[in-house]
């Protein structure tokens, strides 16, 4: 009996212990990125039945640095609302939406470099004001414990009377934007990507990027990569596999655009890709196809600018 007793009292101590070690071993669960396990090169839908529902648009993503927190868009049929999931007590939240109303659209999610302002695009006029007719960049501010519903418009340098979408910033401040200002009434979906820096708070004019990245179709949906090396965007043109497909731009030795191409089928399908953005880490690229959120090994920008490294050169020296 009292060997009974003991071998109890050695159970009930060691096999805790044996389990405390091998967390410590192992590490603590991964819960960053809903506890997703990892893409590999082949890209995959992102939490499927959470984040990416059936019958259910979801656009641009974002994630938080430590991938604890993540924003995203849903169409609803009409209009947009922007959802919040974070980690909270080692579970992951159920989704909520942050800006929502049953007017207004909210759409496209990016973060600031510090992560206190959420900037995005709507139709918002005012408080108690009817939508506009066109989108505008807007945000908002982290408070102490939640996000604050004071709408904040980022300025006449950014917005226009005409439509502006999508916003991504380098770790120098600058912003990268897309906008159809000088499209024509019959060409109003031809989109151009800017570039506008921040002084003192503020937005400077704005720089319609070159011919490098820019053409007389589509271009938007551009995300920028922190130390500027990179831009990806959403195009629509002749030669893609699509009805719009990612493409990408590296910077050259001169701190100029290269020509930008299509990412290849190792991205692009024949449905319509859109909304990039690559973790802060630089692990993941994550994306919008056919209506879902999709994510896949960020070295897969590494694969294409190896392939494309002979033709680079070439860019350079002509």
């Not at 656009?59 to 609803?76: C, R």
């Not at 770790?171 to 009434?185: I, K, M, P």
Request: aromatic share 14%; net charge negative; with cysteine.
């Amino acid at each position: 009996m009292k060997r009974e007793r003991l071998m109890l009292v050695i159970l009930v101590v060691v096999v805790p212990l044996m389990f405390a070690a091998s967390l410590s071993y192992f590490g603590p669960p991964v819960l960053a990125y809903l506890g997703q396990d990892s893409p590999t090169m082949t890209p995959k839908i992102f939490a499927p039945g959470v984040i990416s529902q059936k019958d259910v648009s979801e656009f641009g993503s974002v994630f938080n640095q430590e991938g604890t927190e993540l924003f995203y868009g849903v169409d609803l049929q009409g209009r947009s609302e922007i959802r919040y999931t974070y980690l909270k007590n080692g579970e992951w939240t159920k989704p909520v939406a942050l800006l929502s109303d049953s007017l207004v659209s909210y759409n496209d999610p990016f973060l600031s470099p510090d992560e206190d302002q959420l900037y995005f695009i709507s139709n918002y006029s005012g408080e108690d004001q009817p939508p506009k007719s066109d989108y505008d960049m807007l945000y908002i501010k982290r408070g102490k414990k939640h996000w604050e519903t004071k709408v904040y418009n980022v300025g006449p340098n950014i917005n226009t009377d005409r439509d502006e979408y999508y916003m991504s910033f380098d770790e120098r401040g600058t912003v990268y934007f897309s906008s159809n200002f000088n499209a024509s009434v019959h060409r109003e979906h031809d989109f151009d990507i800017y570039a506008s820096s921040v002084v003192d708070g503020d937005f400077q004019p704005s720089i319609l990027l070159d011919e490098a990245i820019n053409t007389n179709a589509y271009e938007a949906d551009v995300f920028v990569a922190p130390d500027a090396s990179y831009i990806l965007f959403c195009g629509i043109r002749d030669n893609g596999y699509g009805q719009g497909d990612l493409y990408i731009s590296f910077k050259d030795e001169h701190d100029n655009w290269t020509k930008a191409v299509n990412m290849g089928d190792d991205i692009n399908t024949g449905f319509h890709e859109l909304c990039p953005f690559v973790t802060k880490d630089g692990q993941y690229l994550f994306f919008t196809r056919n209506q879902d959120i999709y994510w896949v090994d960020a070295d897969i920008i590494e694969k294409i600018r190896a392939r494309l490294g002979r033709s680079l050169i070439i860019q350079n020296k002509s």
